[in-house]
C-alpha cells in the first residue's frame, strides 16, 4: 500500500531557492499533473530540469495552501504517495497554465529557429507553421538562427541514421593535407558554429571527429554496418593528453579572438584588456597559421622552437610572393 | 495550524492569495483580503500593503493574470483584484497537438545550454524524450542578457549597457545567431546608424528602459540582413581583391565565395576568385588561414600591402 505524503522525509536541501522560484514551479507543475490525471516525481523532475527532492519541495508548499479557514478541505488536494506517485485534484485557481515568461519564450524560439535548419527538419511543416505562430504572437522576427549549411550534411547525416560507409576526401588545414578515407558516420552534431561527425575512420582504425565543410567529396559505398546507438557528444578539439606541446604566449587586446575561438587554459586576463594564455598545440602548422593570422598582436614565449614560429611562417609565405615577383619581372 | 503556522513563508502566502483570488467568483478589494489573510500579512496596515504589492508583483511577473478593477456602488472608488482568465496560455491555446510535437522534436535534438526551451514545450503540453539521438545541434544560448535583450526587442524598449568600454544606448531591434555568436541588431542613439553589437562583449548587465519610453523600429528593417555575411563587407563599402587558391583549397573556397566569386579556374586545379577586402582585419584573417595557399593577385596596392604585413611579421617587428 502507498503512504500518503511519507515520502516528506525524503526531503534533502540542496540550499536555498528563492520563494518566487519555488511558488513559479508549483504554478507550473500543478497544471502539468492536473491535466495528465496524475504523474511521479521523477517524470515531473525530468520534464521540468528540476530535481526529485526540488520537486518534492514545491510540491510540499503547494499541498499546505488553499482558502481561510484552511480546513481539510480548504486545501489545494495534491498528494504524492511513498512510491512517488502524484496525484492532484483540478482546482479553479491552479490548474490552468500559466503564460510562458519571456525566457521560455526566448528559450522556445531558439529552438524551433535552430531545428528548423536540420536535415529532416527543414520542410516539416509542423515546425514552420509552429514557428509561424510564434512570429505571429511575438509580433515579427526578432530572434533569427542561420547555422551553417554544410555541403554534405544531409549525407553524412543520412549516413549515420542508416550506418552507410562513405568515401571521402577530406582536407586538413592543421596539417595542410588532404587525404582519402573510408568512414563510418556515428554521430553529427554542431558546435560553435560547424557541423562535426564522430566517424569510424578506415584510415586510421581508430574513431575519429571530422569537421563536415572540410569534406571535399563524399561517394557513398553502398556498404552498410550496424548502427551503434550513442549519444552526440561536444569535441575534444585537441587530445590534451600531455602528449602535445603547450605554448605559453601573451595576447594583445586585439586579438581576444584567440581565446573566444581555441580551447586555451590558464587564461589571465589583464587589465589593460590583453591575455595571458597557454594553448596546446596540435600541429606546428596550426600554430604557424594562428600566429601569422594575429600578426603582432600575439608574442609566444615557450617552448623556445616556437617563439619565432610567426616569423618563420611569414617567410614561407612572403617567398611565394617574391618569386612571383621575380617570374612577372 | 497550517497557514497560520506557515505564515510567513512568503511562497505559501503567495499561493494562498491566488487560491483566494481563484475562488472567490467576485473581484477582492484589498480589505476583503486581508479579513481573510490578514495573519499572513501582519499586523500593521503599511508591512500589509507592502507585502501584498510585492506578492501581486511577484505573481504578475511570474506570469499570473492579476487585474484589477474600480468598484461602483456601494464600494464606489475601491480597487478590487480578480483573476483574468483571458491572461491563461494564450500560445498554449493556439498551437496544435502536431506542432507542440514539432517542438517537442527540436527540444531532443538541439541544445541551448539552459533548460528554457525545454521548460516552454512541457509547458504547452509536450513531453521530452531523452532518446540517445545520433544528431544534435549545440548552439550556446546560456547568457542571462539574451532573453533580456529579447524582451527588450519585443516590447521595443531602449536598452543601455556597456560595450568596448563605451556607454551606449540603442533601440534594440532583434537577436541574431551566427557562426556560434550571438550578435544584437540594433540602432545606436549616440553614432546615429544601424549597428550590430556581438553579445559576449557586452560588459556588464544591460538596463532596459521602462515601455513610456517606447521607440518604432523602422518599418522595412529586416533582421536576417542586419548582418553582413561576408565579415570581410563588414565595413559598407565595395573594393576587392583578386586572389589564387591552391588546388588543394580550391574547392573549399569555391564553395564559399559561390560561382560567381570563381573568375578563373587554371589547368592545373588552382583557382582565382574576387572577395571584397574593404575589413582589412577580417580580410587578413581569412587570407592567412591558407598561410602559403593563397596569394593575392591584385590590385597591386592591397598586393603591397599584403607584403607589407608578411615583412612586418618575418622581421618580428612587434
Known amino acids: ?329 | 495550524m497550517m497557514a497560520n503556522s506557515k505564515q510567513r513563508d512568503p511562497a505559501e502566502r503567495m499561493l494562498n492569495l491566488l487560491a483566494l483570488l481563484g475562488n472567490n467568483a467576485q473581484p477582492q478589494t484589498l480589505e476583503q483580503i486581508m479579513d481573510q489573510m490578514g495573519a499572513e500579512y501582519g499586523a500593521s496596515d503599511e508591512g500589509r500593503r507592502t507585502s501584498f504589492e510585492r506578492d501581486k508583483a511577484s505573481l504578475r511577473d511570474m506570469g499570473v493574470p492579476i487585474s484589477k478593477i474600480v468598484l461602483s456602488g456601494d464600494a464606489a472608488g475601491k480597487t478590487a483584484y480578480f483573476l483574468d482568465k483571458k491572461g491563461y496560455g494564450k500560445l498554449a491555446s493556439r498551437l496544435t497537438t502536431d506542432e507542440i510535437k514539432a517542438l517537442q522534436e527540436a527540444a531532443t535534438m538541439v541544445q541551448i545550454d539552459t533548460e528554457w526551451g525545454r521548460r516552454a514545450v512541457v509547458r504547452l503540453g509536450g513531453v521530452i524524450d531523452d532518446h540517445v539521438g545520433f544528431g544534435t545541434m549545440h548552439l550556446g544560448a546560456g547568457s542571462l542578457a539574451l532573453p533580456e535583450l529579447w524582451r527588450a526587442t519585443n516590447e521595443c524598449r531602449v536598452v543601455s549597457m556597456r560595450y568596448n568600454a563605451k556607454d551606449r544606448t540603442v533601440h534594440p531591434y532583434g537577436l541574431l545567431s551566427r557562426d556560434g555568436y550571438w550578435y544584437l541588431g540594433a540602432y545606436d542613439l549616440s553614432r546615429q546608424e544601424e549597428v550590430v553589437f556581438r553579445v559576449d562583449r557586452i560588459q556588464g548587465d544591460v538596463r532596459i528602459g521602462s515601455t513610456a519610453q517606447a521607440f518604432v523600429r523602422r518599418a522595412d528593417y529586416k533582421l536576417a540582413d542586419a548582418m553582413p555575411v561576408d565579415a570581410k563587407l563588414f565595413d559598407g563599402a565595395s573594393e576587392q581583391a583578386i586572389v589564387r587558391i591552391d588546388k588543394v583549397l580550391a574547392v573549399t573556397v569555391a564553395r564559399e565565395v559561390g560561382n560567381s566569386g570563381v573568375i578563373t579556374k587554371h589547368p592545373n586545379g588552382d583557382i582565382d576568385v574576387q572577395v571584397s577586402c574593404v575589413n582589412r582585419v577580417a580580410f587578413r584573417a581569412w587570407l592567412f588561414a591558407m598561410v602559403d595557399r593563397a596569394e593575392v593577385i591584385s590590385p597591386p596596392n592591397i598586393r603591397q600591402e599584403v607584403i607589407g604585413w608578411l615583412n612586418e611579421v618575418a622581421a618580428g617587428n612587434r
Open chain 1, 1 to 329: 500500500m502507498r503512504g500518503r505524503n511519507s515520502w516528506r522525509r525524503h526531503i534533502r536541501k540542496r540550499g536555498p531557492r528563492s520563494a518566487k522560484v519555488r511558488v513559479q514551479n508549483a504554478l507550473h507543475i500543478m497544471p502539468w499533473v492536473m491535466e495528465r490525471g496524475g504523474s511521479t516525481v521523477e517524470e515531473i523532475a525530468q520534464q521540468f530540469g528540476l530535481t526529485k527532492e526540488e520537486v518534492l519541495e514545491d510540491l510540499s508548499t503547494a499541498m499546505v495552501c488553499g482558502v481561510p479557514p484552511y480546513g481539510g478541505g480548504d486545501m489545494i488536494d495534491i498528494v504524492v504517495f511513498e512510491d512517488g506517485t502524484v496525484e492532484a485534484s483540478p482546482s479553479q485557481s491552479f490548474y490552468r497554465t500559466l503564460e510562458l515568461t519571456h525566457v521560455e519564450i526566448f528559450g522556445l524560439s531558439v529552438l524551433a529557429d535552430a531545428a528548423a535548419q536540420l536535415p529532416g527538419m527543414r520542410r516539416d511543416k509542423r515546425l514552420a507553421s509552429a514557428i509561424a505562430k510564434l512570429r505571429d504572437f511575438l509580433g515579427g522576427d526578432v530572434v533569427d538562427v542561420e547555422t551553417e549549411q554544410a555541403t554534405y550534411l544531409d549525407v553524412v547525416w543520412e549516413a549515420a541514421e542508416k550506418g552507410q560507409k562513405l568515401e571521402i576526401e577530406y582536407l586538413s588545414p592543421s596539417k595542410d593535407v588532404a587525404t582519402q578515407r573510408t568512414i563510418t558516420p556515428r554521430t553529427v552534431f554542431s558546435d560553435a558554429g560547424h557541423w562535426y561527425t564522430v566517424a569510424d575512420d578506415d584510415l586510421s582504425n581508430e574513431s575519429r571527429t571530422f569537421r563536415i565543410d572540410r569534406i571535399q567529396d563524399v561517394r557513398v559505398t553502398g556498404e552498410t554496418v550496424e548502427i551503434i546507438a550513442t549519444t552526440a557528444l561536444a569535441p575534444l578539439w585537441f587530445p590534451d593528453d600531455g602528449t602535445l606541446p603547450v605554448v605559453r604566449a601573451h595576447l594583445k587586446a586585439a586579438a581576444a579572438w584567440v581565446v573566444e575561438s581555441y580551447p586555451c587554459r590558464d587564461v589571465t586576463e589583464n587589465d589593460d584588456g590583453s591575455f595571458e594564455i597557454s594553448i596546446v598545440v596540435n600541429s606546428p602548422h596550426w600554430l604557424g597559421r594562428l600566429a601569422l593570422r594575429a600578426g603582432s598582436n600575439i608574442v609566444i614565449s615557450k617552448p623556445v622552437e616556437f617563439i619565432d614560429i610567426a616569423q618563420r611562417t611569414a617567410q614561407t609565405v612572403l617567398s611565394r610572393y617574391l618569386v612571383a615577383s621575380e617570374s612577372a619581372d
